[in-house]
């Protein structure tokens, strides 16, 4: 095994959370692959630079209170970034009810007082705010009981 790529990939790994897909695709690019880069993999492992659960956890928890996605959203993409359900729900553990629900409050609370500007029907404004919800990835059922709150 390379000891530089090995310190190349570790650096990579330190740099922020990765998946091991994100970082075999790095090592690709470095012409490594095969054998040597599941060692490669293997190591960082077990130095602790990469681990899907961590990875899950930062990337959940950041998406949800940085950009206000619901739990459907950010399953889906730790889905397709290839990780496993175990590590995925650990992630979806990072989002506690209490918070979901109020983000989700605010979130609506905020549209509603844009959309009120322009849209005069109530029931053009509740369709809009329901599909900008789903949009951002929250559970139907909980917008609509939330929708209709208002």
């Not at 060692?39 to 990337?59: D, G, V």
């Amino acid at each position: 095994m390379d000891r530089l790529i090995l310190q190349k990939a570790a650096s990579y790994c330190a740099y922020q959370e990765r998946t091991q897909d994100e970082v075999k695709l790095r090592l690709k690019k470095w012409n490594v692959w095969g054998d040597e880069a599941d060692e490669i993999i293997a190591e960082l492992i077990s130095m602790n630079y990469l681990s899907e659960e961590r990875f899950a956890q930062t990337y959940a928890g950041g998406k949800f209170r940085v950009k206000n996605w619901g739990r459907m959203k950010i399953r889906q993409e730790l889905n397709r970034r290839g990780l496993s359900n175990y590590s995925i729900e650990k992630g979806m553990s990072e989002i506690k009810d209490e918070a979901y629900i109020s983000t989700l409050k605010e979130l609506l609370t905020k549209k509603k007082r844009l959309l009120e500007k322009t849209e005069t029907d109530k029931f053009k404004l509740k369709q809009k705010l329901v599909r900008y919800a789903l949009g951002k990835g929250y559970e139907s059922e909980l917008v609509w009981r939330l929708v209709g709150e208002e």
